[in-house]
Every structure is written in C-alpha cells, then in structure tokens.
C-alpha cells in the first residue's frame, strides 16, 4: 500500500466533524475514524401535507421532515370582520376622504362609507310625488300630473335595408296608434316614472314609441314597383282567426307593410299602412286613417309564412325586401 502525507490538523478536522454529529467529546486514532463515521445515525424523515395553518412536530420515531407540501385556503379571524381584499391582502375599510359632487364612476372597494353631495337637478323627476307616494294613507289615491313628449322613432329603422329606409324617408310619417293627426303622447307621472329622469322618460319607447304609417293605400299604387314591394297576402275580405298562409317567407324581406282595410274596401279612403320589422308573436296593428277602434285589425305572423289574426281580420301584407 503506498503511503501518504496526512496534516494533523486534517485529522483534527475530521475527528471535530465526528464529534459534531454524534454529540460526544471521544477522542479518535485514524484508524477508528471510519467506524465512527459508520456509526453515524442517519436521521428518519417523513413527509409533511399542510391544509391549515398550525405547529407541527414529526411522528413519534421521526426525526424530522423531509419535505412539505402546504395548500392552506383563505382563513380570517373575527378580527378581520368588514375588512376587504385589496392588492392581494386584507385590508380595513374606511371613510372615502371627500364626498363625491358629481355623477360617475367611482371605486369604492377600501370604503365603508361615502357621501354623496350632487348638485340640484339630479335623477328625481318630481321628488315632491315621490314623496307624496311613499306617504299616502290607505286608500288613498292622487291625481298624477302628466308628460307630453313628441314619439320616438322606433330603433329597428336605423337596421333596415335602404330600399325600406328610403320608402320610409320619401313617403311615411311618424304617428301614433291612438291620433290620426297628432305626433305626441302624453303619459301619467307615476312613482316609477317620477323616479327617473325627465330625459330617461321621454327616451323610454314603451311611453312615447312611434308608429311608421304610410297614410294612404298601397293597393294598387305605383309605389309598389318604386320599391319592389311584393303582395304576400290579400285578407283584405277577411281572414282566418288561426293560421294565414303567406305566399312567401317574411325572412326574405327586410319589413313588412300592413295595410288595414276598412269595411273590405282594398281602396278606402280611411285604409292606411303601418311598416313593422320582422317579428314573430308579437300582435301587431294594421292601420285606420281615423283610429275608429271598430274597425281595427291586428295581425301575428306565428311563423316566417303564416299568420294570425284578430278583431275585423281584414288585411292586404306586403314585403319590403
């Protein structure tokens, strides 16, 4: 065996290393160093798996942990009642720092309280009937003033094909079911409206929605071939209450013009023409120069070729592609 050049304070070295991990104050030859480095205790580890915030010690027998896997969800105390989660932490709420004194937009997460100070003129329409709503004995009852506004032009008319566009431009009104003549609608305040806006209200169509009304007849006019307008049914001597089959799918137009006839006169001088979009199951009026309710006709396409009808069920319909 060939010999080597050992330093007595290797040695020392090692054998301080020895002593270091078996806990004694031996003393060791060089010769008995590998034994007592065998002798060595190798520690007994085990696995750890967190799921809540805790101590934890190693099982009886172990000498520690050889690793840890943690997965502890979201925990709060009673100290943390009212706090909320801001940047990844809890944080404690409190009075937003000045009031807010104009409408918009505003992140409220870390306030508990914030005070509002908008000038007059705000979302109330008449506060004073809110109030008087809000405290009215039973059986008490008030008269509402009203609103009266000019009527909207439906929203569908900005979708429509140009051809449709262009006949409402050149030759329709803007009109209303219950007036031959006027072009306004005048509506109760009530508790919902009187919390609204003014602006709100007069844009709202299911107050003062408009009708698109061609005032004359279509039988028979030029004004069929100018914009290609296509009969798809003449119940104009009545029709059936159930099902009306249509000579065409109404999908294959971009609205429909429904003719109301008066007393089964397809020329009357009191026949006149209301222009819809292309909805199913919703009841729709035809048209009467004077609104006599006597003659009304209201028309229901229950599929894209056929359609029901109510009341004088007296109609002549047309596309408008």
Not at 53 to 79: C, E, H, L, Q
Request: glycine residues 8%; contains cysteine.
């Amino acid at each position: 065996m060939s010999k080597v050049l050992v330093t007595e304070s290797s040695l020392e070295s090692i054998a301080d290393a020895i002593r270091a991990k078996n806990g004694t104050e031996n003393t060791y030859r060089p010769g008995q160093m590998a034994a007592a480095i065998a002798a060595i205790e190798t520690p007994d580890l085990e696995a750890l798996t967190a799921t809540q915030n805790g101590t934890y010690a190693p099982s009886a027998g172990k000498n520690g942990f050889s690793g840890a896997v943690v997965n502890v969800p979201n925990s709060y105390a009673a100290g943390d009642e009212g706090k909320v989660v801001s940047n990844g932490e809890l944080v404690a709420q409190t009075a937003r720092a000045s009031e807010i004194t104009a409408n918009g937009t505003y992140d409220t997460t870390t306030n508990d309280e914030v005070t509002v100070n908008v000038a007059a003129g705000g979302s109330d329409l008449y506060p004073l009937w809110t109030d008087i709503y809000d405290n009215l004995p039973s059986g008490v009852s008030v008269s509402t003033p009203s609103i009266t506004a000019h009527v909207l032009t439906p929203a569908w008319v900005a979708s429509m094909s140009q051809n449709v566009k262009d006949f409402i431009d050149n030759e329709c009104r803007l009109s209303t079911r219950s007036s031959a003549t006027g072009t306004t609608v005048s509506t109760n305040i009530t508790k919902e409206k009187a919390q609204r806006s003014l602006s709100q209200v007069t844009a709202d169509p299911s107050y003062f929605g408009g009708l698109i009304e061609y005032y004359g007849n279509l039988y028979g006019s030029a004004l069929l071939t100018t914009y290609n307008m296509v009969l798809l049914g003449d119940f104009s001597q009545g029709g059936s209450a159930g099902s009306n089959a249509l000579s065409d799918a109404i999908t294959n137009y971009s609205a429909v013009a429904l003719q109301g006839i008066y007393r089964k006169s397809r020329t009357s001088e009191y026949n006149t023409t209301i222009i819809y979009p292309l909805d199913l199951d919703i009841w729709r009026w035809t048209g009467m120069k004077d609104r006599n309710n006597s003659y009304n006709c209201t028309v229901k396409f229950i599929n894209a070729q056929a359609v029901s009808l109510s009341d004088t069920r007296q109609v002549i319909i047309y596309g408008i592609p």
